[in-house]
């Protein structure tokens, strides 16, 4: 199956700052990622749809200000919490939708914690 | 709205009984469902489709659309389909997923 990668794997930030997460397919083209949040012991959170070459669409509730996404190849999608805070920590997880013989099934990347001191 | 709901956030059975992972759903429009599986230390991964009707590592669902469930069954449970389970709705043209809060599998000796 198509992979799709995540980097950091962890990352640890002082409140205040910004964080930059990288989604990556890595041997497909993906012109459709979504981002996930996901709270200790519960369930996925889809936060938005990214889209290649355009804006990405935020689910009700999450603040497109405070989690910027930007898809600009059909390889990579990133994801900056901006000003970061304590809440802000989770666990953020990005799909790709495949294509050729895998079209219509999701990829999951391993996912990135991010924690905000 | 869509919603996913498992019931049981954790599931023991012992090897060799069978095993059943109950998934309900509310939706206004057409179900498009997904069991997704996640092994210890492992990436979330794509278990079945409802619109596949297949069986994979011994495991079917099969899409009730009278009681909105897709639960989850295999007749023999082994060991290594210990990991956590998460029931999925697709929906919209992109297909997003709303996913339910999962179940924890442990398949005892």
């Known amino acids: 199956g198509a992979v799709v990668s995540q980097h950091p794997s962890r990352v640890i930030c002082k409140s205040g700052t910004s964080v930059k997460i990288e989604c990556r397919s890595l041997?497909?083209?993906?012109?459709?990622m979504f981002w996930y949040r996901q709270f200790p012991k519960k369930s996925l959170m889809l936060m938005a749809t990214?889209?290649?070459?355009?804006?990405?669409?935020?689910e009700q509730g999450v603040e497109k200000d405070k989690f910027l996404i930007n898809h600009a190849s059909l390889t990579l999608s990133t994801l900056t919490v901006t000003s970061a805070h304590p809440e802000d920590s989770s666990f953020y997880i990005c799909?790709?939708?495949?294509?050729?013989?895998?079209?219509?099934?999701?990829?999951f990347g391993e996912g990135s914690r991010l924690t905000v001191l | 709205a869509q919603r996913v709901t498992q019931p049981e956030k954790l599931l023991s059975v012992f090897k060799g009984a069978p095993v059943e992972l109950k998934c309900n759903y509310s939706?206004?429009?057409?179900?498009?469902l997904f069991w997704y599986v996640q092994y210890s230390r492992q990436r979330l991964q794509l278990l079945l489709r409802?619109?596949s009707r297949e069986s994979i590592k011994g495991f079917t669902a099969d899409l009730n659309k009278g009681e909105t469930s897709f639960h989850l069954k295999k007749p023999f449970a082994q060991e290594e389909d210990s990991a956590m389970y998460y029931c999925?709705?697709?929906?919209?043209?992109?297909?997003?997923?709303?996913f339910g809060s999962g179940t924890q599998l442990t398949v005892l000796p």
């Open positions: 999925a709705l697709g929906r919209g043209s992109a297909r997003q997923l709303t």
């Open positions: 939706y206004s429009g057409s179900p498009e």
């Open positions: 409802h619109i």
């Open positions: 990214s889209n290649e070459g355009s804006k990405a669409t935020y």
């Open positions: 041997d497909f083209q993906a012109t459709t």
């Open positions: 799909s790709a939708r495949g294509a050729g013989e895998n079209t219509g099934e999701l990829f």
